[in-house]
């Protein structure tokens, strides 16, 4: 990064920052990863030059030649890798994706049935502080109160009492398996279209670690850069039927020019989520959930739904009498960085709440499996028992830059054993 170093050496001394601290930690936040450099290189490739809006073949200025090819490859290879009849990989992130959805099918007014943001929900879901809940009519489904799982006859009480246009299944924070068949089945009885937002388990999807929605959903969106390990950005599938819908709604429903370097990195990424290792990996993140909730439940945690069949675990700190946010900031200066969260029925406010979410998918691309699990469970399970204790965070803390330096991660092995 010579250059950036001539020109701004303020960015590029925090970009320098930012990569030691990747290197150094275990970023355990559920919806962060580490791209390779073969997805970096794309990402920051001259496609970031380039004007395109329109879509492959239709587009609306010249020089066209090769951003066609890059848009059908990441289209062609997102479409074998999910098995989706139509794949539309423009928007812009996550949310611009599911807001397009809301576009191609609804009024302003229009009812749609999501989960309750503090139950594992997104924003996008029809939070009222979000567009989607302030211009439409956003009703939600909670969780069981007993067992933290989605109760489906209370989410088919819900969408028979509302008759949504749109029933979304999709999470951010839940740490189980959800019933698409059962999502279907529930779409059909009040005449819905079922949107699954996969952005959180995409990757899981790809490496056969978790069941597709695909077969069920009328539309499934998904960001590419969760576990799906590729650049910031999204992806719209959808049934043959609904692609003229979609396609209009992201251009120029919401959208002007596509990221042509999004979109290139994206086919690499996609690229890499279907080799056999890239299964693999998705196995791992999930085996290396499995063991940390485990060895948390060994130490006396309570996890939300009392495990996790995902990448995810959210984790209830009630009883070890600490907080969300207290337990977060020990943590991170202890090295282990992972983010405050709301537990369903939790009793405390959304910016201090009762819990931790943490995730597998980062840790599992710097090659961590079970025994680096074991040692980061106990490592939490101590911070959490005495979070007011620095000396305690910075020993900790060295102890995680010397396993960390054992395991380079991806883009970052040239700071590894430093
Ligand atoms: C992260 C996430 C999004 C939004 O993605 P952004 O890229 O942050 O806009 C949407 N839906 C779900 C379920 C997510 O977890």
Redesign the pocket.
């Known amino acids: 990064m010579e250059n950036l170093q001539q020109n701004d050496v303020e960015i590029y001394e925090l970009i320098r920052l930012e990569e030691l601290r990747q290197a150094q930690k275990i970023r355990m936040i559920a ?1 962060e990863n580490y791209v390779s450099s073969a997805v970096m290189e794309a990402t920051g490739s001259i496609f970031t030059n380039k004007y395109s809006e329109g879509y492959s073949g239709k587009r609306y200025y010249e020089g066209q030649q090769y951003v066609d090819q890059i848009e059908d490859l990441a289209i062609k290879r997102a479409k074998e890798l999910f098995g989706a009849e139509h794949v539309n990989v423009q928007p812009y ?3 611009p994706a ?1 807001l397009a959805v809301y576009l191609a099918f609804l009024k302003p007014g229009d009812t749609i049935l999501g989960m309750a943001l503090p139950h594992g929900g ?1 924003l ?1 879901h029809g939070s009222k502080v979000s567009i989607s809940g302030k211009y439409f009519h956003a009703e939600s489904y909670s969780l069981d109160q007993g067992t933290g799982n989605l109760d489906y006859e209370a989410i088919r009480n819900k969408a028979k009492a509302c008759m949504p246009k749109i029933l979304i299944a ?3 924070a839940y740490s189980r398996i959800p019933d698409f068949q059962e999502f279907r089945k529930i779409a059909d009885e009040v005449g819905a279209l079922l949107l699954v ?1 996969m ?2 388990f995409a990757g899981l999807v790809a490496g056969g670690a978790h069941p597709s929605p695909i077969p069920f959903a009328d539309v499934v969106t998904t ?1 590419t850069h ?1 576990s799906l390990r590729g650049p ?1 950005g ?1 992806m719209i599938m959808c049934k043959k039927e609904h692609a003229q819908a979609i396609d209009k709604a992201v251009f120029p429903g919401i959208q002007g020019g596509p990221h042509n370097n999004t979109t290139a990195a994206i086919a690499v990424a996609l690229k890499e989520a279907s080799t056999d290792s890239f299964k693999n990996y998705a196995a791992q993140i999930v085996a290396n959930a499995k063991t940390l909730a485990s060895t948390l439940i060994d130490k006396g945690f309570h996890l939300v739904t009392g495990g996790t069949e995902n990448h995810l675990l959210l984790i209830d700190l009630t009883n070890k009498g600490v907080t969300g946010k207290v337990a977060a900031k020990a943590l991170d200066a202890a090295g282990i960085v992972l983010n405050y969260n709301s537990v369903p029925f939790d009793t405390r406010k959304p910016f201090d709440p009762s819990g931790v979410r943490l995730g597998t998918s980062a840790v599992t691309s710097r090659g961590f499996s079970e025994k680096e699990m074991v040692q980061t469970g106990e490592w939490i399970n101590a911070i959490v028992a005495d979070p007011e204790n620095i000396n305690l965070q910075q020993d900790i803390a060295a102890q995680v830059a010397t396993l960390c330096s054992k395991f380079p991660a991806p883009g970052l092995e040239h700071l590894s054993n430093k």
Request: overall charge positive.
């Open positions: 919806s992130s996550g949310s599911n997104h996008t999709g999470h951010s937002d952005a959180h960001t969760k910031r999204a």
